[in-house]
């Protein structure tokens, strides 16, 4: 009965090889199959995953692909067995998965999901282990399960979060990635208590979303922590009370912090990946009930060391994945937070550019300019 949803020819960015620039081209985009729908992207955004995965620095090069997993769209077409979405819906793509069947998908306390959760190195549908991309019958590789550098691109069904279809899409989108697993980080899994002090380590895209949770939950002194001076004066906006240049102190961070809040931190966020910051904003925390949480990614072969006494004088240190949030179930409340004006999105966005100038974007993280770039669709 789905057979007549045909292939369609539209435009997408496509990265040849790791590091060039990317050129936008006619890909033929394949129906969706089971468990699978078709997303018309109106609004995408450029995640500092995406430029890591294009430098392919470290990890298995997957070319040629197509990027992007931060975005907005509109249902277009559904697959077989699709009951949750119908064309029309729209939606946010998400590069981890709630397949709402496993293990973790039915635990109050996980949003990894077995089936879904993110692959980089997987460039094909799950299903049967083939790309919905092709140029002249050869296939041009998915990433992340998403790929939103495209007019239109295939998911899995439970990769896309239904959402309210009053929300702005060119606001929203970044809901999809970034904002969430900062915001996440502070209100489901630091849980700053009313008037407590809060460090963030890195003020980036995340980090700022981290530091906005932790305002939003009312913190009263939040304290962003950056090797780039220049973000402090924006940091501000997102709640940040206080600033560490860890380039202005001889003595390591987490004995500058504990000078300044008589012993430690109540909560630290750390959003940079770099080990030694993980390890700081471990140690940065209040003995007898601090609690650190990581969220960056470190290099593969980082090792976190730390003393066992930092744990036995009662330390905690958590990770988080997403921000804990479980995509399907709980992003659409994130956007009804915006929608009631409980979170600022707007102040992010600090670029705009068409699709045929997504190169620019690029450009701009690169430079450290701007926290989110918004690549419109429309030519």
Same mark, same amino acid.
Request: negative net charge; proline residues 5%; hydrophobic residues 40%.
């Given at each position: 009965?789905?057979?007549? =949803?045909?292939?369609?020819?539209?435009? %997408?960015?496509?990265?040849?090889?790791?590091?060039?620039?990317?050129?936008?081209?006619? !890909?033929?985009?394949?129906?969706?199959?089971?468990?699978?729908?078709? !997303?018309? =992207?109106?609004?995408? &955004?450029?995640?500092?995953?995406?430029?890591?995965?294009?430098?392919?620095?470290?990890?298995?090069?997957?070319?040629?692909?197509?990027?992007?997993?931060?975005?907005?769209?509109? !249902?277009?077409?559904?697959?077989?067995?699709?009951?949750?979405?119908? @064309?029309? +819906?729209?939606?946010?793509?998400?590069?981890?998965?709630?397949?709402?069947?496993?293990?973790?998908?039915?635990?109050?306390?996980?949003?990894?999901?077995?089936?879904?959760?993110?692959?980089? /190195?997987?460039?094909?549908?799950?299903? /049967?282990?083939?790309?919905?991309?092709? =140029?002249?019958?050869?296939?041009?590789?998915?990433?992340?399960?998403?790929?939103?550098?495209?007019?239109?691109?295939?998911?899995?069904?439970?990769?896309?979060?239904?959402?309210?279809?009053?929300?702005?899409? +060119?606001?929203?989108? !970044?809901?999809?990635?970034?904002?969430?697993?900062?915001?996440?980080?502070?209100?489901?899994? &630091?849980?700053?208590?009313?008037?407590?002090?809060?460090?963030?380590?890195?003020?980036?895209?995340?980090?700022?979303?981290?530091?906005?949770?932790?305002?939003? %939950?009312?913190?009263?002194?939040?304290?962003?922590? /950056?090797?780039?001076?220049?973000?402090?004066?924006? %940091?501000?906006?997102?709640?940040?009370?206080?600033?560490?240049? @860890?380039? /202005?102190?001889?003595?390591?961070?987490?004995?500058?912090?504990?000078?300044?809040?008589?012993?430690?931190?109540?909560?630290?966020?750390?959003?940079?990946?770099?080990?030694?910051?993980?390890?700081?904003?471990?140690?940065?925390?209040?003995?007898?009930?601090?609690? &650190?949480?990581?969220?960056?990614?470190?290099?593969? +072969?980082?090792?976190?060391?730390?003393?066992?006494?930092?744990?036995?004088?009662?330390?905690?240190?958590?990770?988080?994945?997403?921000?804990?949030?479980?995509?399907?179930?709980?992003?659409?409340?994130?956007?009804?937070?915006?929608?009631?004006?409980?979170?600022?999105?707007?102040?992010?966005?600090?670029?705009?550019?068409?699709?045929?100038?997504?190169?620019?974007?690029?450009?701009?993280?690169?430079?450290?300019?701007?926290?989110?770039?918004? =690549?419109?669709?429309?030519?």
């Amino acid at each position: 009965s789905f057979s007549w =949803i045909c292939a369609c020819v539209r435009a %997408a960015a496509v990265a040849w090889e790791a590091g060039k620039p990317l050129s936008i081209e006619e !890909v033929e985009v394949a129906p969706p199959q089971a468990m699978e729908v078709r !997303v018309k =992207i109106l609004f995408t &955004a450029l995640c500092h995953t995406d430029v890591y995965f294009w430098e392919a620095k470290g990890q298995t090069p997957v070319f040629p692909r197509i990027f992007g997993h931060e975005a907005g769209g509109i !249902v277009e077409s559904v697959g077989e067995g699709v009951t949750d979405v119908a @064309p029309g +819906d729209h939606v946010l793509p998400v590069f981890t998965g709630e397949c709402k069947e496993c293990r973790h998908c039915k635990s109050a306390e996980s949003n990894m999901c077995d089936l879904l959760r993110i692959n980089t /190195d997987r460039g094909v549908m799950i299903s /049967d282990g083939k790309s919905r991309f092709s =140029i002249d019958g050869k296939p041009i590789f998915h990433f992340v399960g998403t790929s939103t550098f495209s007019e239109y691109t295939v998911m899995h069904v439970g990769c896309v979060a239904k959402i309210n279809p009053e929300a702005p899409l +060119d606001k929203v989108c !970044v809901l999809s990635c970034g904002i969430s697993t900062g915001l996440g980080a502070s209100i489901n899994v &630091a849980k700053p208590p009313k008037g407590s002090t809060v460090a963030i380590f890195g003020l980036g895209a995340v980090g700022l979303a981290a530091a906005e949770g932790a305002r939003i %939950a009312g913190a009263s002194r939040i304290i962003g922590i /950056d090797l780039n001076a220049n973000r402090f004066e924006e %940091a501000r906006k997102f709640g940040c009370t206080e600033f560490v240049n @860890p380039k /202005d102190h001889t003595k390591p961070v987490q004995e500058v912090l504990a000078e300044m809040t008589d012993g430690g931190v109540d909560r630290s966020v750390e959003c940079t990946g770099n080990i030694n910051a993980m390890i700081q904003a471990f140690e940065c925390v209040h003995d007898g009930w601090g609690v &650190a949480v990581l969220v960056g990614v470190p290099h593969k +072969d980082a090792e976190f060391k730390t003393h066992p006494m930092n744990f036995l004088n009662e330390r905690t240190l958590k990770g988080t994945f997403f921000g804990n949030f479980k995509p399907r179930t709980d992003l659409p409340n994130v956007v009804e937070m915006y929608m009631k004006k409980e979170l600022e999105v707007e102040k992010f966005i600090t670029h705009s550019v068409t699709f045929s100038e997504i190169n620019k974007a690029f450009d701009l993280m690169a430079k450290g300019e701007g926290i989110r770039c918004i =690549i419109r669709m429309e030519h």
